[in-house]
């Protein structure tokens, strides 16, 4: 089916004016709506607008992540009317994940969907593009044989995700509705018959209705029969527009969903023989696809067929007394199918079943000997997540195998599907703490809706239920392990000089090398050249190879190759680190250069190490001495040592010459001898210059330097 955009007739007083004045009147876009970040982007299914995409059966809609935010509403519209015509999701269509299962109860019809993003505070992004899909289930069984005098069975194949099928029979192809026969069966082997059921009041057996029974039957008569399946659940149907009737026809509704009808097969009727002869007794009782005695679903019991049989009374028993007769079947041919589903075994106890031939005057023979069989399904297969994975999500979506496949054998002419699921989450393998349950599911995938699930260990199973509301047997018990912390990095210690800081991890991580781990400055992604050394798992020391720059700001810095244990890429870097803003005469970092004379370290009670360095020159010489360092910063001082014998120097920055400054004083003392000028804040360079000259007062042109300092 394809949905085509609806080009509408102007409705604003039927005029291009008209329509022009209203929408100038409208209100603006409502304050909860931001124009940022963007709307989530539709992921699947993809859009079926204008291509023959198949419909689909159980949808799944995803879309992409939009960072902030805290949960997502999705809308789904026959027409694209979002203000009057939307299909009532439940919860409104919010969910706190990305990824969200439509209930089996929407309507077979094409819809329009979209997405929005709900962030912090309430404010929402603005709706996504909206795409076209149409849901529908185009599956049908096929029929496999009709009955016959000796085999009165009708079989037919299964149908993924049906849990109870219909065999209609009329003795017209067009199936009216006058005449038609329905009998509804969970399996796909069905042999009329009538039956009685035990009740839960004690010793009472009550009857159910008969289908196909004798008396609707004409000999002689060619009938017809084909077979629809149902999709049953016990979820509440989704209120919306495009719903059918409560029982459209064969009693297909939002709560039985049904598919394709089956392929038409006919066979003629043929009254069972009549006699007065008591029959003998039945031999030969077998159940059906079970091995060993173990029946994975509720079995199809067969019998020797014995002559003078009208008909056979077949009971089931829970003991070898036969005291707890369960059900009470009458069967006209040699066989039958149970409709409904049998309970497992309770603790092993095996279900005794018997058979005994009645002939037309309702005079029957002896009953068999007991026959037995147990019946336990088979557990669920998990398929996804993995046992024992970590996970660096907390958005979790539990897949496992379809049932129907799981309970599937080769040889298996009644395969059993599950009405719907339950899902168990625990914070222990024995599922007594924490314990959270969710049940109808009817997909074989499920995504909690409600909340993220938090960092921790979880341990999960599933279980299937049958149409008859039976619990079977549960899955295997898996493990997963949620991180969703990104581990992060920062960088501690002291930066004077050339000295080592260590970068330290909030965990173990992995992937760590010199190319992928160390620091930069906070305003460039330029890495600091530097050795790196591992001193444990999460502690790396790093020694840069040239001095760190006084006053610059430092931050770790990690590529995407490192990773926690479970594959989170670090998130964040921690915050800076500013290295130290002095550089003393005695760093590593103050770089000298001599002209006339050395340069030399003298001790002072009021330098700022406790020593200076000092130097001198003549003022005709080629090469002045000079010490020189990086600052990071607005303000550079410069701190010094004057004395009697003191001359003067030049202070260049990046290269270009700011200030002469005297070093004379009658008295000598060390402290702050210049400050410059308001800098542009970023790296500059820092220069000291012996110019060779002195003022008259001096003795001599001797210059020394205390320290360089940076704010």
């Known amino acids: 089916m394809k949905l085509h955009r609806v080009i509408r007739s102007l409705a604003c007083g039927g005029t291009v004016l008209a329509c022009a004045v209203s929408l100038l009147a409208m209100p603006s876009a409502s304050a909860d709506v ?5 709307a989530p982007v539709l992921v699947s299914p993809a859009d079926s607008r204008g291509t023959d995409t198949p419909a689909i059966k159980d949808l799944v809609l995803t879309w992409t992540k939009v960072t902030g ?3 997502y509403d999705v809308q789904m519209s026959p027409n694209e009317n979002w203000a009057n015509n939307r299909v009532t999701l439940p919860n409104e269509g919010r969910t706190v994940a990305t990824t969200y299962e439509v209930p089996v109860t929407l309507p077979h019809a094409s819809y329009f969907w979209r997405v929005r993003a709900v962030l912090s505070g309430g404010n929402t992004t603005v709706w996504s593009a909206d795409r076209v899909l149409t849901r529908d289930w185009n599956d049908s069984p096929s029929t496999v044989s009709s009955p016959t005098l000796g085999d009165r069975r009708f079989v037919w194949t299964a149908v993924r995700s049906a849990s109870v099928y219909q065999l209609q029979v009329s003795p017209d192809p067009s199936f009216p509705s006058e005449g038609l026969l329905l009998c509804n069966t969970n399996h796909t082997t069905f042999a009329p018959y009538t039956w009685e059921m035990k009740t839960a009041e004690p010793g009472v057996i009550a009857s159910t209705p008969d289908c196909m029974a004798r008396a609707d039957m004409v000999t002689g008569t060619v009938y017809y029969w084909h077979v629809i399946a149902f999709d049953g659940t016990r979820q509440e149907a989704l209120p919306a527009d495009t719903a059918p009737p409560k029982d459209s026809g064969y009693g297909c509704d939002q709560v039985f969903e049904c598919s394709r009808a089956s392929d038409v097969r006919s066979f003629t009727y043929t009254e069972p023989v009549t006699s007065s002869i008591v029959p003998a007794t039945p031999t030969g009782l077998s159940a059906e696809n079970c091995t060993s005695g173990v029946c994975f679903d509720t079995p199809s019991l067969t019998w020797t067929p ?8 077949v009971r089931v028993a829970l003991d070898s007394f036969h005291s707890n007769v369960q059900r009470v079947y009458t069967s006209a041919g040699a066989g039958m ?14 279900y005794y079943w018997y058979v005994r031939g009645c002939n037309s005057d309702d005079k029957c023979g002896n009953f068999s000997a007991d026959a037995t069989f147990t019946k336990a ?3 669920v297969k998990l398929s996804a997540p993995a046992d024992g994975s970590a996970l660096t999500t907390s958005q979790v979506t539990f897949s496992w195998e379809d049932f129907q496949l799981t309970n599937k054998t080769a ?6 599907e599950a009405m719907d699921y339950r899902l168990e989450l625990a914070s222990d393998a024995n599922f007594e703490n924490d314990v959270q349950g969710f049940d109808n599911i009817d997909l074989t995938q499920f995504t909690k809706s409600t909340a993220l699930l938090g960092d921790g260990k979880y341990y999960w199973r599933v279980q299937a239920n049958d149409q008859s509301g039976h619990d079977l047997t549960w899955s295997a018990t898996r493990s997963f392990t949620v991180d969703s912390k990104k581990p992060t990095v920062a960088l ?3 930066m004077s000089g050339r000295s080592s800081v260590t970068v330290v991890a909030s965990e173990a991580v992995n992937g760590v090398t010199a190319s992928t781990l160390g620091v930069r400055t906070a305003s460039s992604a330029t890495a600091i050249k530097g050795t790196l050394t591992k001193e444990s798992s999460t502690v790396w020391r790093f020694s840069p190879t040239s001095p760190w720059v006084a006053g610059e700001h430092y931050k770790a810095w990690a590529s995407a190759a490192v990773e926690d244990g479970v594959g989170n890429g670090v998130s964040s870097t921690g915050a800076t680190l500013r290295a130290s803003t002095l550089v003393d005469s005695s760093s590593s970092a103050m770089r000298k250069t001599s002209g006339d004379a050395s340069w030399h370290t003298s001790s002072a009670s009021d330098a700022r190490g406790g020593t200076f360095i000092y130097s001198s020159d003549k003022a005709s010489t080629a090469a002045h001495s000079s010490v020189s360092t990086y600052v990071a910063g607005t303000h550079v001082f410069l701190d010094g040592c004057r004395s009697p014998s003191s001359g003067l120097a030049s202070v260049y920055i990046d290269g270009a010459r700011v200030a002469t400054v005297n070093f004379h004083r009658r008295a000598s003392s060390c402290k702050q001898v210049w400050a410059s000028p308001t800098l542009a804040n970023k790296q500059h360079k820092v220069t000291v210059v012996l110019t060779g000259t002195k003022v008259k007062k001096s003795s001599g042109t001797k210059v020394s330097v205390d320290a360089i300092r940076v704010s």
């Not at 199918?337 to 095996?350: C, E, H, N």
């Not at 040889?411 to 059993?416: E, P």
């Open 34 to 38: 931001l124009a940022s970040p963007a």
């Open 69 to 71: 935010a805290v949960a």
């Open 306 to 313: 014995v002559a003078n049989a009208a008909y056979y009374e």
């Open 337 to 350: 199918s149970p409709r409904d589903s049998f309970l497992d075994d309770q603790a092993g106890k095996a």
């Open 377 to 379: 399904s088979r557990a």
């Open 411 to 416: 040889a298996a002419t009644s395969i059993q």
């Open 492 to 494: 501690h210690g002291a």
